[in-house]
C-alpha cells in the first residue's frame, strides 16, 4: 500500500493554517532539518524579524523563548493527535490540551465585529501578542472545520507540521519520502517481531 501523504491535493490551504503552521515549524526537525528557532530570546527575536512580526525595539525574553517551545510543543502535541500517532496516548493528549486552555487564559483574544461578519484578534501587543495570534488562528480553523486537517508527520524524527488538502483527509506524513521511510521502518519491525517468535 503506499502511503499516505499530502501528494494531488485538491483543497486550499486557508491563511489562517499558514500563520499557524508557521509558529509550529519553528522546531529542529522536518525535511529541511532546520535550526531550534526558539532555543533563545536572541533567535526567536531574530525569527519575529525575518518574518515582519515585531521590530527591532521589541524586548524577548528567555522566559518568552520557553514560553513559545512549551506552546509549539503542546500544539505539535495536538497535530500529532490528529495524525493518528500512537506515540500520543490520551494522557499525553490531556496535558498537551491543558497546556493550551491555560495559554488561552494568558493571552486572551477579542471579538471584532463588523458588517461583513465576526473575528478574534489578541488583546496584546509585542511576543505575547504573537502566542495570541497563534491561537486565534487556530480557533478561526476549527470555527471552519478543518482544524484536524492540520497535522504534524508521523514519522520519527520528523514532525514536520502540514495542512492535510486530500480529498478525504488520509494524510499523515509530510511528503513520500518520510511515508516510505515509515513504511520501510514498519516492515523492518515486523521482520524482528517475527524472528523473535519463531522457533529456532
Same mark, same amino acid.
Given at each position: 500500500?503506499?502511503?499516505?501523504?499530502?501528494?494531488?491535493?485538491?483543497?486550499?490551504?486557508?491563511?489562517?493554517?499558514?500563520?499557524?503552521?508557521?509558529?509550529?515549524?519553528?522546531?529542529?526537525?522536518?525535511?529541511?532539518?532546520?535550526?531550534?528557532?526558539?532555543?533563545?530570546?536572541?533567535?526567536?527575536? @531574530?525569527?519575529?524579524?525575518?518574518?515582519?512580526?515585531?521590530?527591532?525595539?521589541?524586548?524577548?525574553?528567555?522566559?518568552?523563548?520557553?514560553?513559545?517551545?512549551?506552546?509549539?510543543?503542546?500544539?505539535?502535541?495536538?497535530?500529532?493527535?490528529?495524525?493518528?500517532?500512537?506515540?500520543?496516548?490520551?494522557?499525553?493528549?490531556?496535558? @498537551?490540551?491543558?497546556?493550551?486552555?491555560?495559554?488561552?487564559?494568558?493571552?486572551?483574544?477579542?471579538?471584532?465585529?463588523?458588517?461583513?461578519?465576526?473575528?478574534?484578534?489578541?488583546?496584546?501587543?509585542?511576543?505575547?501578542?504573537?502566542?495570541?495570534?497563534?491561537?486565534?488562528?487556530?480557533?478561526?480553523? @476549527?470555527?471552519?472545520?478543518?482544524?484536524?486537517?492540520?497535522?504534524?508527520?508521523?514519522?520519527?524524527?520528523?514532525?514536520?507540521?502540514?495542512?492535510?488538502?486530500?480529498?478525504?483527509?488520509?494524510?499523515?506524513?509530510?511528503?513520500?519520502?518520510?511515508?516510505?521511510?515509515?513504511?520501510?521502518?514498519?516492515?523492518?519491525?515486523?521482520?524482528?517481531?517475527? @524472528?523473535?517468535?519463531?522457533?529456532?
Amino acid at each position: 500500500m503506499l502511503p499516505r501523504t499530502t501528494e494531488r491535493s485538491p483543497l486550499t490551504q486557508p491563511t489562517a493554517a499558514d500563520v499557524v503552521l508557521q509558529f509550529v515549524n519553528t522546531h529542529p526537525a522536518g525535511p529541511h532539518r532546520l535550526a531550534e528557532r526558539f532555543e533563545s530570546a536572541q533567535t526567536m527575536h @531574530a525569527w519575529l524579524l525575518e518574518n515582519a512580526m515585531t521590530s527591532q525595539t521589541t524586548r524577548v525574553t528567555e522566559a518568552d523563548a520557553a514560553t513559545a517551545r512549551e506552546l509549539r510543543g503542546a500544539l505539535i502535541t495536538v497535530l500529532l493527535a490528529h495524525s493518528g500517532d500512537k506515540d500520543v496516548t490520551p494522557e499525553v493528549l490531556t496535558q @498537551a490540551e491543558e497546556h493550551l486552555r491555560d495559554a488561552a487564559s494568558r493571552y486572551p483574544l477579542v471579538t471584532v465585529i463588523s458588517a461583513s461578519g465576526a473575528s478574534l484578534v489578541t488583546a496584546q501587543t509585542g511576543v505575547h501578542g504573537l502566542f495570541g495570534t497563534v491561537l486565534a488562528n487556530a480557533t478561526e480553523l @476549527a470555527q471552519a472545520g478543518v482544524w484536524d486537517r492540520l497535522r504534524a508527520c508521523r514519522h520519527q524524527p520528523c514532525h514536520f507540521c502540514f495542512f492535510d488538502r486530500t480529498r478525504n483527509s488520509s494524510a499523515v506524513y509530510c511528503g513520500p519520502k518520510c511515508g516510505s521511510r515509515a513504511s520501510m521502518r514498519a516492515y523492518r519491525q515486523r521482520k524482528k517481531d517475527l @524472528a523473535a517468535t519463531t522457533p529456532t
